[in-house]
């Protein structure tokens, strides 16, 4: 059973479009929600990360929408880029265990 | 500052063997966990270890063997690979004593069983 659900698979987006990708979570004990940036051939980098005391968390063009009733999360990318083209994954953590969606392949096309 | 390293970046095993995976980091950090990663299914937890002397399982342990001696390294033992153990692997730590902060990522071992 996967307790983080991400979708879509892939994504393409032209320049200067909104990339948007979409998490759900069943365990209501995750109080930590990260955002991932995967690159070919290399690990996973932390773009931005929220927890539910709070709706929305805007860093630069990333911005993460939360909502706790619907347990649900978002990753916004406003004015998407060639160089954003990578793979996104979402994950929600309790206070033992960092569990990770299946990730989001983004292509940005100029 | 190295960060989280892993060795080796590639790895090819013949079914049956085994070997140790090494994660070391300079962080002082005190979060240490395991990933593999596989197409379509995104990064599972192996195992996790909250500080030196205490390791726990995660989604995925079965086949795998972990231990904390030190806060600096976290092995990954395979003890009779197998082809379904063919993955990425990935090491990360944090810098609090749980799961729920930022983690830091190493660049992964390559591992193809044959």
């Known amino acids: 059973q996967q307790q983080v659900k991400q979708s879509p698979q892939s994504l393409i987006v032209q320049k200067g479009g909104i990339s948007i990708i979409n998490c759900a979570y069943e365990?209501?004990?995750?109080?930590?929600f990260p955002w991932y940036q995967q690159f070919p051939g290399k690990g996973p980098a932390l773009l931005i990360a929220?927890?539910?005391?709070?709706s929305e968390k805007k860093e630069g063009r990333f911005t993460i929408s939360f909502n706790k009733s619907a347990k649900q999360f978002s990753l916004h990318i406003m004015d998407s880029q060639p160089g954003d083209s990578a793979t996104y994954f979402c994950a929600a953590s309790d206070t033992d265990k960092l569990i990770f969606g299946t990730g989001t392949r983004l292509q940005v096309f100029p | 500052n190295a960060g989280v390293t892993q060795t080796p970046k590639f790895q090819v095993l013949k079914t049956g063997q085994s070997m140790t995976l090494q994660c070391a980091q300079d962080?002082?950090?005190?979060?240490m966990s395991w990933y593999r990663q596989d197409p379509g299914m995104g990064l599972r937890l192996i195992h996790y270890?909250?500080?030196?002397?205490?390791?726990d399982q995660g989604e995925v342990p079965n086949g795998y063997n972990v231990s904390r001696s030190t806060t600096e390294d976290f092995p990954l033992r395979l003890l009779s690979a197998a082809p379904s153990q063919t993955s990425v692997y990935f090491c990360?730590?944090?810098?609090?004593?749980?799961?729920?902060?930022?983690?830091?990522f190493g660049s992964g071992t390559r591992l193809t069983v044959v």
């Open positions: 929220i927890r539910p005391d709070v």
């Open positions: 990360a730590s944090s810098s609090q004593r749980r799961a729920n902060y930022g983690y830091t």
């Open positions: 365990n209501t004990a995750f109080d930590y």
């Open positions: 270890s909250v500080g030196a002397g205490i390791t």
């Open positions: 962080m002082n950090h005190e979060y």
